[in-house]
């Protein structure tokens, strides 16, 4: 009877990211990426539940933190990359036919997008940072200062396009 309880109990936890994530697939586009990109974040979403909201399990360290985060920040890139294709063949072909670096301009791409993902990473681990170790609430405001001015001047560099008109 106990395990039947633990049974309807991961089946209710599971069946709603599942279902909504689902929908928001089939909103986001009709094509098989799309569909494909809902159920692995329902998956994704439902597991984390599962295995981190029901309190199971919780890291004991910081280095065992740092791990469960950076798996959990791999999980998440990955379903960017099922969004992004243009097709399953080519996310298919993307994962198990092509070696990393093929030429010099992969390697320059490879690196353009890391000095990108830490750009944008910076304000979040400044922010962290400041959060963590000061206790002077001048650094906060200094930080909030610099964020709103750089958002002033990068506001009239942005697309104006509508994010959804794609689709």
Excluded: C
């Excluded at 962290?128 to 001047?153: E, H, M, T």
């Amino acid at each position: 009877m106990q395990s039947r309880i633990k049974l309807n109990d991961s089946l209710s936890i599971s069946i709603p990211p599942l279902a909504t994530m689902f929908i928001s697939g089939l909103w986001h586009g009709a094509g098989w990426t799309y569909i494909l990109w809902g159920l692995y974040y329902g998956v994704l979403i439902a597991a984390y539940q599962w295995i981190g909201i029901r309190g199971d399990w919780k890291p004991t360290s910081k280095i065992k933190s740092a791990l469960a985060w950076l798996v959990m920040f791999t999980f998440i890139v990955f379903g960017w990359a099922i969004f992004r294709a243009p097709n399953i063949h080519w996310l298919g072909n993307a994962l198990f036919n092509t070696p990393f670096i093929n030429s010099q301009n992969d390697l320059v791409l490879g690196l353009i997008a890391l000095t990108m993902t830490l750009a944008y990473s910076l304000p979040l681990i400044i922010k962290s940072l400041l959060d963590r170790y000061s206790k002077d609430s001048w650094g906060q405001a200094a930080f909030y200062a610099i964020a709103v001015a750089l958002i002033v001047i990068y506001i009239n560099s942005a697309s104006s396009d509508f994010i959804y008109v794609q689709f």
